[in-house]
């Protein structure tokens, strides 16, 4: 009994491995891939120029440009240094988006995001860009922002591409697939951001009851 036991167990431990590494290395490839991309396009400061020179419209262009090069953001915003939107992009597929208003001088989605201390930095936050914060979502999001400054090099904005998490919750769906075809079908999966101990992705909805309260 005892060896056939041991070696059922192992098997498990052996499958549910490799699908955690193959659903964490999909999660570290896609913010990897955005993260590069979104550094790669504020290389050059177009969108301090552009606040500072009123150019607005034609940098909306190329925000709807740089969403169609990058599918995984879900929203780009350029706002004031006071976070107040100037001009914003969304995704094409925005069925998904909630009405917010990015029309120029509404209040940014989340202002927590800025006063930061760095010129980039991604966070975790509170997603209100889709119709239903318990839905595929998960209720958050990553928002990548970066400090804009003028020609003589002081802040006077901020630009801010929110990821679609949609894709994040996808491959923990597709986790719990691969998990269902060996017969582990009541398999529960949890994404938690180490900094906040937060629940910020999850394959089943009776998880996200407890989200908030993940302890250490």
Excluded at 61 to 69: A, G, M, R, W
Excluded at 98 to 119: A, F, H, L, Y
């Amino acid at each position: 009994y005892y060896p056939t036991r041991n070696s059922t167990l192992e098997t498990v431990h052996q499958l549910m491995d490799l699908a955690a590494q193959n659903c964490s290395d999909r999660l570290n490839a896609l913010f990897e891939t955005s993260e590069a991309y979104f550094i790669r396009v504020t290389e050059d400061d177009v969108f301090g120029m552009a606040i500072e020179f009123n150019t607005l419209d034609e940098v909306k262009d190329h925000l709807t440009l740089l969403l169609k090069n990058q599918p995984e953001f879900l929203l780009l915003l350029l706002t004031d240094k006071n976070g107040r939107v100037l001009t914003a992009a969304t995704s094409e597929a925005d069925g998904e988006l909630k009405s917010i208003d990015t029309s120029r001088d509404s209040e940014v989605i989340d202002p927590g995001i800025m006063g930061v201390e760095n010129d980039r930095q991604v966070r975790i936050v509170k997603n209100d860009c889709l119709k239903d914060p318990t839905g595929p979502s998960g209720g958050y999001t990553a928002v990548y922002s970066f400090r804009t400054r003028d020609s003589a090099g002081e802040p006077n904005g901020y630009f801010l591409a929110y990821l679609d998490w949609s894709m994040v919750q996808g491959m923990i769906g597709n986790m719990v697939a691969k998990l269902a075809e060996n017969r582990f079908t009541t398999s529960l999966i949890s994404l938690v951001d180490l900094n906040t101990k937060t629940i910020i992705g999850y394959s089943h909805a009776a998880v996200s009851q407890d989200r908030d309260a993940v302890s250490g």
